[in-house]
């Protein structure tokens, strides 16, 4: 038996009634749909999952499909500046 989650088709993600993220997520065992429910996140979990997202993905070209916040980013101590568009 094999479990795959992956995100649900058309929903994005969101925040609900207590400031948290959903994000919705759809299991399917075996190729079979088995159900749709949603990752909730405080908004401090949120963060450290975008940055460890980033730290995966440093090194690594951003597709021409990646939305914007894949662009270059340069930091320097207190600012950041976005390379890229404007």
Partial sequence: MRWITERTPARPVHRTDDDRLAVPLRLTRTGEH??????????????????????ALDGHPAPTAAPDCRQTVQASPGTAHIVGRA
């Fill in 34 to 55: 088995s159900a749709d429910t949603e990752l909730t996140l405080t908004l401090a979990e949120a963060e450290h999952l975008h940055a460890a997202l980033c730290r």
